[in-house]
């Protein structure tokens, strides 16, 4: 049984829920869900997904639960993790906003990208289109008040360009060995990604 | 297995039925206002449906506080709310002040959408479809259709279908929160009564909610009983349909009305809330910072009282608003009767 854990934090941990359960039927692997809310939750797992929401919340729910420190750790060991919009930002080395400025404390720091956060602008800017993702093919993707990232070293490397008419080409996502760090929010539109999360978890 | 995801595609299908036919949207495009979701370029669409319940999936398990000034707007961002709600006054003072309440200004609502990274939502009066345009223009990032505001509109809500932006909007019972999601509402929220301090009515009105929705479910077999459903409620039978499968309201229903504690919050957040809008609550007790904070922990950590004790601890009783008794409330005084 591969078990695969979502912080459970703030944020759509439904729909990635909703998502992983739809690629389990489809890729006919047998997987279990588990909310992660508290530090232990995490010891069991083979997977983690960090979800869309406000990244401050998040921040501030795990700092106080206690979980960063162990979070960490276990994405420096390698498990498989995906993370979307929020997600990515809480990973980020470095992370600005597009409308404060300045620079944000880091929650996590384990992926090597600097992103600005709001980048396309506030919830009227936020749109749906269609992206080709290096090694998952075409996709539909939803970005919702969502960051972009600004500058990318190794070992993490883009895996998907935009072309957008006011920002022209950003990176809006990444691949860094065991972590796929996405700009926008598949668990809306497809599971692809949470298909590849499980199998990695397999492996 | 069943998600609120396959909501969307109901709300899609509505959308086009009650939208694409309308003759309001011809008659907008010749003044000029461009309603319809249109693209940046032919591969980027703004403003769908999916764009604007995307935005909502992402508010679940938090909580989005009414402040009426910059520095109250930081002090809830300090605290991990996931939105704030600019008012022009806080629901209690609307209550005493009297007089017609209407949308905030919008120099305090641009100020704030500067001075925060968190999305801002502000109050329209029901029915005043074109404050509502004036907030989208503003480019706030949800309107709250609200009854805490003075209606315009006795008999009817705006049409928020035509609109990029999201709506969220009150209800005291299911039928009344369908009719709203039926005209294009992407969020609903518990009316309770707003300003009391009081949660008696949210719980009443969320209870309401879910035995309805729950006696749907029991019917979901029963096309006779559903289609009565929805002619009693004035709403589409794919609505009422999809709410008896899904076993739950079809889109973010966040608890509203009266939440003035952290106990308060967990509360709603137990009967079935998604998420948690605080009025008065937070700025009219005499310990904001620590009650926001302490509310935030609430709503997340519900299933957990170890940290609800905690979070109860972070605030005093003895700073609370003081809050109103419902019953002492004279008819007329009631917000929660405007635009059923």
């Known amino acids: 049984m591969t078990r695969i854990g979502v912080l459970a934090l703030q944020g759509d941990v439904e729909e990635h829920i909703y998502a992983l359960m739809k690629a389990s039927k489809t890729s006919n692997l047998n997987v279990e869900v588990v909310e992660v809310k508290k530090p232990s939750q ?8 960090i979800p869309g929401g406000e990244s ?9 639960i206690g979980l960063t420190p162990k979070l960490k750790a276990k994405i420096e060991e390698g498990i498989p993790t995906l993370a979307t919009c929020a997600g990515l930002v809480i990973l980020a080395k470095k992370a600005r906003d597009a409308v404060l400025k300045e620079p944000e404390q880091s929650l996590l720091g384990v992926l090597n990208v600097e992103v600005l956060r709001n980048a396309f602008g506030r919830q009227k800017d936020s749109f749906e289109t269609k992206l080709l993702v290096e090694g998952f093919g075409e996709v539909k993707a939803v970005f919702i008040r969502a960051p972009i990232v600004t ?5 993490a490397k883009p895996i998907s360009k935009l072309n957008h008419p006011k920002l022209g080409e950003v990176i809006v996502a990444v691949k860094q060995e065991n972590i796929i760090g996405l700009a926008f929010h598949p668990e809306l539109t497809t599971t692809a990604f949470h298909e590849w999360l499980i199998n990695e978890a397999i492996k | 297995m069943s998600s609120i995801i396959q909501s969307h595609e109901v709300l899609e299908r509505l959308y086009d039925l009650l939208y694409g036919l309308l003759e309001l949207r011809d008659r907008l495009r010749q003044l000029g206002l461009e309603v319809l979701p249109g693209g940046l370029s032919d591969s980027i669409t703004l403003g ?9 999936a992402m508010l679940r398990r938090g909580v ?9 707007a930081q002090i809830a961002e300090d605290a991990g709310a996931v939105g704030v709600m600019v008012l022009d006054k806080l629901p209690y003072d609307v209550r005493r002040s009297g007089g017609v309440a209407r949308t905030a200004d919008l120099k305090v609502i641009e100020e704030i959408m500067r001075n925060t990274s968190i999305p801002v939502s502000a109050k329209v009066r029901i029915g005043h479809f074109y404050e509502a345009v004036l907030l989208e223009e503003v480019g706030v990032d949800l309107i709250d259709e609200s009854e ?7 008999k009817h809500h705006i049409n928020k279908w035509v609109f990029k932006t999201p709506f969220v909007n009150g209800a005291r019972e299911l039928c009344e929160a369908l009719r709203r999601i039926s005209e294009g509402a992407s969020m609903i929220r518990s009316k309770g009564e707003a300003g009391t301090g009081n949660v008696a009515e949210a719980v009443r009105h969320f209870k309401e909610i879910y035995s309805a929705v729950r006696d749907l479910t029991a019917h979901a077999h029963d096309e006779e009983y559903l289609r009565d459903y929805a002619r009693k409620c004035q709403v589409q039978h794919d609505l009422v349909l999809l709410t008896a499968k899904l076993g739950r309201v079809p889109v973010i229903t966040y608890a509203a009305g009266g939440i003035a504690t952290p106990a308060d919050a967990a509360l709603m957040m137990w009967l079935g809330a998604d998420g948690v809008f605080v009025g008065s609550g937070i700025f009219k007790s005499k310990d904001p910072e620590n009650r ?18 905690e979070a109860q601890k972070m605030v005093s009783e003895k700073e609370a608003m003081l809050g109103i008794d419902v019953k002492t409330l004279k008819p007329e005084e009631l917000l929660q009767v405007r635009g059923l």
């Open chain 2, 64 to 72: 989005i506080m009414d402040v009426t000034s910059v520095e109250q």
């Open chain 2, 292 to 309: 926001a904070k302490a509310i935030v922990l609430a709503t997340s950590f519900w299933d957990n009282p170890e940290v609800v004790v």
């Open chain 1, 56 to 64: 401050t919340t998040i921040r501030y729910l795990a700092s106080y």
């Open chain 2, 148 to 154: 805490v505001l003075t209606p315009v509109d006795e």
């Open chain 2, 48 to 56: 769908s449906v999916k764009v604007k319940t995307s935005f909502i």
């Open chain 1, 42 to 49: 995490l010891d069991s797992i083979d997977g983690l997904v």
């Open chain 1, 151 to 155: 500058e990318v070293w190794n070992p």
